[in-house]
Nanobody, 126 residues
């Protein structure tokens, strides 16, 4: 079965950086657009970033542009999210997801994603 396992979350001070990783198995990773989402308590899950199958195209939520970078290594079946200049409002559980077939990278709704990881907590202290 498909498994997406996030890691790299933790506690960081405002202005700091973290790199999240998501290791995938059970799917042909190199054919999927991969996305990152986040969810804070009491808030709907929101789109963060996405990267197409070969890394040639990326897409970001406006509030993350310039601070977050998504990348992938198809040889390792892994997608990454490098986060910098972190703010307390970035505190959330971060999820990686594999986009369902037939969608384009700019589809940012959760319904466009077929497989999800269990999430990793990121806490940014002020």
């Amino acid at each position: 079965q498909v498994q997406l396992v996030e890691s790299g979350g933790g506690l960081v001070q405002a202005g700091g950086s973290l790199r999240l990783s998501c290791a995938a198995s059970g799917l042909t990773f190199s054919t999927y657009t991969m996305g990152w989402f986040r969810q804070a308590p009491g808030v709907e899950r929101e789109f963060v970033a996405a990267i197409n199958w070969n890394g040639g195209s990326t897409y970001y939520a406006d509030s993350m542009k310039g601070r977050f970078t998504v990348a992938r290594d198809n040889a390792k079946n892994t997608v990454y999210l490098q986060m910098s200049s972190l703010k307390p409002e970035d505190t959330a559980v971060y999820y990686c997801a594999a986009q369902a077939q037939g969608y384009q990278i700019r589809w940012t709704g959760v319904q466009a994603y077929a497989y999800w990881g269990q999430g990793t907590q990121v806490t940014v202290s002020s």
